[in-house]
């Protein structure tokens, strides 16, 4: 049991009873184990080089234990470092070898996954194991994870990953679409608008990604999806390179559970928005059409363009365009 500390079986069994005993000579250790005089007096010999026993000067020498806290913890400690030392070592080089595959083989950068289950296997898989941040482009119409089904981001945002999230115009179309970004937001995903993505995308900890081969599934052509998982390549940072310049020029959806947090004008002196007209704005500056808008909010059309048109007339805009422009000068988006 004490191998681990660098003690051999018969060292330990002379230790044990030197432990137990207190104190005792070679001959009283060669009866009680079956070891002859040479080889008991080797091993207790062999104990005190290890610092595990010491002996008098008399005749009989008489041995005895020294405490176990002082010989063994010590060299279990020293052992323990030497394993961490090497299991460092050994993931060291366990990455220098997949490297090196990766470079000859290229089934070891990008593997491709066919059907709807196996990728929303995958899907589920990168967001358990991401620690960092997860990128998402979120097209219209699902090919293998509804929206409002991912319970695995809300698991990853509760342990501290960032979601950065892209929604294209169209996905707000979808029913529920809408109460299903609130929820995210509302659990700390960072949500943005755009008008069209060019394609899904999900990347983990910007060391894997995927994306789609093929269209498929069950809004796309006909058959089953066929996706691509790539990892650390060139590849792969052009994939966040795309993100992050479609990022960068997206809108901001500042929803929660009862609307836009923008409560503020210019000046910070008194309410400005209602969170109802809040998320009005936010939808509409992200290009979200009226008809979509007033299905998601539950409100007619022609409520929807009345509360616009007072949007405008409070900000003094004469079009949708300079109402965009003046919410983002008095710091409404």
């Known amino acids: ?27 009283d250790i060669s009866l009680r184990t079956g070891l002859n005089g040479t080889d008991s007096t080797q091993v207790l010999e062999a104990l005190v080089r290890q610092g595990l026993a010491t002996h008098t000067d008399g005749t009989p020498r008489m041995f005895q234990a020294v405490p176990p806290d002082v010989a063994l913890l010590p060299r279990i400690k020293s052992t323990a470092d030497a394993l961490d030392t090497a299991r460092a070592e050994a993931g060291r080089l366990l990455e220098t070898y997949r490297e090196t595959a990766r470079r000859h083989d290229a089934g070891q950068l990008l593997e491709v996954i066919t059907g709807a289950e196996a990728l929303r296997q995958r899907l589920k898989q ?20 509804p929206s409002g089904s991912n319970t695995e981001e809300f698991e990853a945002l509760a342990r501290g990953v960032r979601y950065r999230v892209l929604y294209e115009k169209a996905f707000f179309d979808d029913e529920g679409a809408i109460d299903n970004v609130v ?3 509302r659990a700390g995903e960072l ?23 093929v269209p498929g599934g069950p809004h796309g052509s006909p058959g089953e999806p066929t996706t691509a998982l790539v990892r650390d390549s060139s590849l792969l940072d052009a994939l966040v390179a795309l993100f992050e310049s479609y990022w960068e020029n997206a ?38 059409a009226d008809k ?8 007619s059309r ?10 405008m007339t409070r900000a003094g805009a004469g079009t949708r365009m ?3 422009w003046q919410a983002a000068r008095r710091g409404w988006l």
């Not at 990168?126 to 994870?145: K, P, T």
């Open 302 to 311: 022609r409520t929807v363009q009345r509360r616009i048109q007072s949007l």
């Open 251 to 288: 809108v901001p959806l500042h929803l929660s559970a009862k609307g836009a947090d923008l409560t503020t004008d210019d000046t910070g002196a008194h309410p400005s928005l209602s969170p109802a007209d809040g998320q009005l704005l936010s939808l509409l500056v992200a290009g979200v």
């Open 292 to 299: 979509t808008i007033a299905s998601q909010l539950g409100l």
């Open 322 to 324: 300079q109402l965009a």
């Open 191 to 213: 949500a943005r608008s755009v008008p069209w993505l060019p394609l899904r995308l999900a990347i983990a900890d910007r060391s894997v990604g995927i994306f789609p081969l």
């Open 183 to 185: 929820a995210g937001v």
């Open 1 to 27: 049991m004490l191998e681990a500390a660098g003690v051999s079986p018969d060292q330990e069994a002379v230790y044990r009873l030197l432990v137990a005993s207190g104190g005792t000579t070679a001959q």
């Open 126 to 145: 990168i967001q358990v194991n991401a620690r960092e941040e997860m990128l998402w482009f979120c097209r219209a119409q699902y090919v293998a994870m």
